[in-house]
Nanobody, 128 residues
Framework: QVQLMESGGGSVEAGGSLTLSCTASGYITRRTCGGWFRQAPGKERERVANIWTSSGSTAYADSVKGRFTISQDKSRNTVHLIMNSLKAEDTAMYYC?????????????????????WGQGTQVTVSA
């Protein structure tokens, strides 16, 4: 079992930046797949970015590509989501997630229903 704790949410004006962090504790292996997801009111939870912690390979949703960066600090068991050029439509509750995956191919495009471990979420609000 992996426990996840997010931090770093807040309010920002459009065009601004925020960095979210997700610190993991518990049973973490080299096969851990990390992900950031978001859910706006009335909408389904959607994938934002995934990272295969073994190699650092990453994948992004088209809506955030070029603006968001997912990265990891292995020494602190932490995954970051660096969000630049924020838009009003990025407003949502952001969740980090972790899953046991056998390969990068089995990690990078995983959807939310395949992740077993979740943080409590952190709110990001972007004002136009």
């Amino acid at each position: 079992q992996v426990q996840l704790m997010e931090s770093g949410g807040g309010s920002v004006e459009a065009g601004g930046s925020l960095t979210l962090s997700c610190t993991a504790s518990g049973y973490i292996t080299r096969r851990t797949c990390g992900g950031w997801f978001r859910q706006a009111p009335g909408k389904e939870r959607e994938r934002v970015a995934n990272i295969w912690t073994s190699s650092g390979s990453t994948a992004y949703a088209d809506s955030v590509k070029g603006r968001f960066t997912i990265s990891q600090d292995k020494s602190r068991n932490t995954v970051h989501l660096i969000m630049n050029s924020l838009k009003a439509e990025d407003t949502a509750m952001y969740y980090c997630a972790a899953a046991d995956a056998g390969s990068a191919g089995n990690c990078l495009f995983r959807t939310y229903s395949t992740f077993q471990n979740w943080g409590q979420g952190t709110q990001v609000t972007v004002s136009a």
